[in-house]
Each structure stands twice: as structure tokens, then as C-alpha cells.
């Protein structure tokens, strides 16, 4: 059974910073590419960031370029957002994914992890 688990949300204060956790099990994590979502009460689940299994390849979305990092570990089965600078607008619910390398859609999920800015 294949299981992302989130975890490192909380509270934090704006400018603070924050590490996102990700461990994966039940599936061979280096065939995955890995991402991280989020969404945000009343707003649509948004990309944030992404990784390739060598970690050769990251992408983010442009709202995050600069404060926010991701990164793997293979060996750990582990994912992680190492997440700087929060602004007011990054609260919200943060979802771990794996997309198999050769599929255009997500075979797994996490439950998420909620991350709240306090101004």
C-alpha cells in the first residue's frame, strides 16, 4: 500500500520559515517525480514546486521562486519544502504528489499539512 505522509505544518509568523516534510512508502521513490500543492480555503489547489528523481530538475511557480526549496532524498524516501520568507499568502493546506515518470497525471496523494502565517 502506497502512503505519502505530510508533515511540519504549524503556525509561523510572517518572514518566519518553516520545513515541509514528505515520506513515502509502498512504492519504488526513484521512479517518481515529486511535487509539492497547495491549496488555500475558497482557492483551487496550485502547483508549487517540483522535482525530478535526481533532483537534476526543479521547477516552481513564479509566486514561490526564490523563498521556497525543494528538494529529495532517495535513500530516506523523503521529500521536503524548505519554505522562507512566508508572506501572508501562503497559508494553506500543503499536498505532497507522485507522478510516475512516464504518466501526464498523479497516482498518489498526501493527506496535506496545514501551514498558517501569523502577520
Known amino acids: 500500500q502506497v502512503q505519502l505522509v505530510e508533515s511540519g505544518g504549524g503556525l509561523v509568523q510572517a518572514g518566519g520559515s518553516r520545513r515541509l516534510s514528505c515520506a513515502a512508502s509502498?512504492?519504488?521513490?526513484?521512479?517518481?517525480?515529486m511535487d509539492w500543492f497547495r491549496q488555500a480555503p475558497g482557492k483551487e489547489r496550485e502547483f508549487v514546486a517540483r522535482?525530478?528523481?535526481?533532483?537534476?530538475?526543479?521547477t516552481y511557480a513564479d509566486s514561490v521562486k526564490g523563498r521556497l526549496t525543494i528538494s529529495r532524498d532517495n535513500a530516506k524516501n523523503m521529500v521536503y519544502l524548505q519554505m522562507n520568507s512566508l508572506k501572508p499568502e501562503d497559508p494553506a493546506v500543503y499536498y505532497c504528489?507522485?507522478?510516475?515518470?512516464?504518466?501526464?497525471?498523479?497516482?498518489?496523494w498526501g493527506q496535506g499539512t496545514q501551514v498558517t502565517v501569523s502577520s
Open positions: 504528489a507522485a507522478k510516475f515518470v512516464f504518466r501526464d497525471s498523479y497516482d498518489y
Open positions: 522535482v525530478t528523481w535526481s533532483e537534476t530538475s526543479t
Open positions: 509502498g512504492l519504488t521513490f526513484s521512479n517518481y517525480i
